[in-house]
């Protein structure tokens, strides 16, 4: 299989879009016709063919112009990428980790030769050729870890493990659902997840934090995170609210299955071998609605979830207010059938 | 836990009680490299009983050609060290888990200070490596009896910052010295017995260390591992748990369809039901709280296990 790459955008003109193959695959995230906050991690050991749970960091049709899209907003504001000192090592593990399964899983388009120390990257699909010297930093255009996540779809936090708890030391993130990384910099697991509602009273984030700190090598585990974005815009930031904040208010009921999107994180948890810290990639896909309603069960049960889910959890996530034109304009495609489990398409 | 099979490639006395324990891949494949303080898990079936103790890497960390442990034999203590050096020979296949560090180092330090008493020394080797290899600032103590018990003695570097103290010799280790002189921002580590453990966080804090600057060595309980037998309400079907098996796999390889997400106690998607319980759950789980663990009516697979008589569960 050859992928596409697609010349398109995620700001201004916002070309972008799935293809008919893009939207099958689209990872759906809701296995029932409700949603509420759980402990949903599992292992990440493959999943079905196609699917964006197959290989161990999924490449598609949008990964060039995705790459494209952090540079420009990278460019803008260089803070989105920060790596407190003692981070380094944790950089340089992921990127091994990065290069060794991206060359693996995609021969065609990546290849790794590595002599000792001495490797050779080359990425195909953004021309780039690179002989440099592992753990040494000045062999690089810039950090290991700013290096290779400016070729990784996703945004990626790295987390150091001490005193019982996980830190946000160190991350690359220009394509988040509302947070920033230069104000979460440096605090642990349940300060930077402190704005979340419910899900601290329900015991979601003591109990997964146990379970990460107890992660093991070779043994990544993930999860689905979901919200609503207007436009399919990757770098929905708080620095940049004024920019894609006011967009909601151009949703109407003529062009909501256009202009509303169903954003969802794949989500990614790997511990790293020399710093022993946690590799947090956060993948982000877009659909929009009426590329969701093609098909039926996603349809039915997305009208479902989003007109049940409670309100603290649809304030949160940001598209309170125009709920009620995204449930009317689903409502359509929800003829009361019943669906089948699972989040794969029929 | 995931574990492989290594073969023990070669066995080395560093003192009358101390021997050092070389693993390798059989196929020589690498293996994952770790961090300075990662310990394993080594599986030993001894006589009916499967030992599993944990052991602190001592080679390097950046080398995944092999894993070294050196082990103190504990002839009146756990009996996983005297198995080691008594019923191990080199081309001997063990059951060894992925390293995992709960003894890692704060990357953070200014200067890393580690105190080693005794076997304790065994963490801070593979810890040397990496500082020496990441150039950071550091000084380690390492006291011991006397010098034919110093077994860390022919693993340590010659080197300036390397401070050995044999009490035998009146060269005793001074921690008031040690913490009283050291630049802001410095961590320190200490492994070995636990009143030396405790003696440095006294000095510590009459020194006015920061908690979170001390570290000291715990290692996870390596998870029992006895066979043990459930009995399903519906079928009456009585289903066996290996040694190596969670009661999840067990059910698994039985057929019987249990709903999973985590397999780490944290999901809570594999919470069963127990009709009857002759006996004690060992509960693992993260999920159940400590009133549902002591009412014994529930149980995780896919980590608790069980010990008695007979545990009816509803499936
Ligand atoms: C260790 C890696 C993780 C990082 C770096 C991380 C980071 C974040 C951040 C930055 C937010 C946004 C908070 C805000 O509003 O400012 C968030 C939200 C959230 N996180 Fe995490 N998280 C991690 C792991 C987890 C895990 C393991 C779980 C649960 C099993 C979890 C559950 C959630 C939930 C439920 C939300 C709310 C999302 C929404 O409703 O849109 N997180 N996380
Ligand atoms: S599978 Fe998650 S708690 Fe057992």
Redesign the pocket.
């Known amino acids: 299989m050859t992928i596409q790459f697609h010349d398109e955008t995620f700001r201004d003109d916002y070309t972008f879009h799935n293809s008919p193959e893009g939207i099958r695959r689209f990872p759906f995230p809701f296995d029932a016709d409700s949603y509420m906050?759980?402990?949903?991690?599992e292992p990440h050991a493959g999943g079905k063919a196609g699917s964006p749970f197959e290989k161990r960091f999924d490449v598609d049709e949008h990964y060039v112009a995705e790459m494209r899209d952090r540079a420009i907003t990278l460019t803008e504001d260089p803070l989105r990428c920060q790596s407190l000192p003692h981070m380094e090592l944790a950089g340089w593990d992921f990127l091994e980790l990065v290069m060794v399964s991206k060359s693996e899983d995609y021969p065609e388009l990546f290849t790794l030769n590595r002599d000792g120390d001495r490797w050779h990257w080359i990425n195909r699909p953004l021309g780039i050729e690179q002989r440099f010297t592992f753990l040494d930093a000045t062999t690089l255009p810039c950090g290991p870890m700013e290096y290779i996540t400016r070729q990784t779809q996703g945004d990626h936090?790295l987390?150091d493990q001490r005193d019982g708890n996980?830190w946000?030391d160190a991350?690359m993130v220009t394509s988040?659902?509302?947070?920033?990384l230069d104000?979460?910099i440096g605090m642990n697991?349940f300060e930077?997840?402190?704005?979340?509602?419910k899900?601290h009273e329900m015991g979601?984030?003591q109990?997964?934090?146990k379970?990460?700190l107890n992660l093991q090598q070779g043994a990544p585990v993930r999860?689905l995170?979901?919200?609503m974005t207007v436009n399919p815009r990757l770098d929905t930031s708080p620095e940049n609210y004024h920019k894609w904040g006011p967009e909601k208010r151009t949703v109407a009921a003529d062009n909501v299955g256009a202009k509303q999107y169903l954003r969802v994180e794949l989500?990614t948890?790997w511990r790293l071998p020399r710093s022993n810290a946690?590799a947090?990639p956060?993948r982000c896909y877009l659909c929009s609605l009426e590329d969701i309603v093609t098909v039926p069960k996603w349809g039915r049960r997305l009208h479902r979830v989003l007109r049940d889910l409670p309100n603290e959890?649809a304030e949160?996530?940001g598209f309170a207010v125009n709920r009620p034109t995204i449930v009317d304009y689903l409502a359509a495609f929800d003829d009361g059938a019943p669906t089948s489990p699972g989040i794969f398409p029929d | 836990m995931t574990s492989r099979m290594l073969r023990v490639s070669a066995i080395e006395a560093l003192s009358p009680l101390v021997s050092r324990f070389r693993f390798e891949d059989p196929e020589g494949a690498l293996l994952p490299l770790f961090s300075g303080g990662a310990h394993v898990v080594v599986e030993m079936p001894d006589a009916g009983v499967l030992r599993r103790n944990a052991y602190s890497l001592i080679s390097d960390p950046m080398d995944g050609s092999g894993y070294e442990i050196a082990v103190r034999r504990e002839d009146g203590g756990r009996g996983g060290s005297k198995f080691l050096h008594t019923q191990v020979a080199e081309g001997d296949l063990m059951r060894i888990s992925a390293p995992v560090n709960l003894f890692s180092l704060d990357l953070r330090a200014k200067k890393h200070v580690m105190i080693a008493g005794g076997i304790g020394i065994t963490p801070f080797l593979a810890q040397l490596k990496q500082l020496a290899r990441l150039q950071m600032p550091f000084e380690l103590h390492y006291a011991a009896r006397s010098r034919a018990e110093a077994a860390g003695l022919a693993l340590l570097p010659a080197s300036p910052q390397v401070h050995v103290h044999i009490s035998e010799e009146g060269n005793r280790m001074d921690l008031g010295a040690i913490l009283g002189s050291q630049p802001l921002g410095t961590h320190v580590y200490t492994c070995g017995p636990e009143g030396l453990i405790e003696a440095v966080a006294e000095t510590g804090a009459r020194f006015g260390w920061p908690r979170t600057a001390l570290h000291s060595e715990v290692f996870m309980a390596p998870p029992p591992g006895a066979p043990f037998e459930v009995t399903l309400a519906t079928s009456g079907k009585v289903v066996t748990v290996g040694a190596h098996q969670s009661l999840l796999e067990a059910l698994e390889a039985a057929q019987v369809e249990v709903q999973w997400m985590c397999r780490g106690g944290a999901?809570g998607r594999c919470e069963t039901g127990v009709k009857s319980c002759h006996g004690t759950i060992e509960h693992h789980d993260h999920w159940l709280s400590d009133d549902e663990h002591a009412r014994q009516t529930k149980i995780m697979p896919c980590v608790s296990r069980f010990k008695g008589e007979t545990l009816v569960l509803d499936l």
């Open positions: 906050y759980s402990v949903n991690l936090a987390l996980l946000m991350g988040q659902a509302d947070w920033s104000f979460d697991f930077w997840h402190a704005p979340v509602p899900a979601v984030f109990r997964a934090l379970f990460l999860r995170n979901w919200t989500q948890l946690i947090f956060i959890l949160y996530k | 999901c």
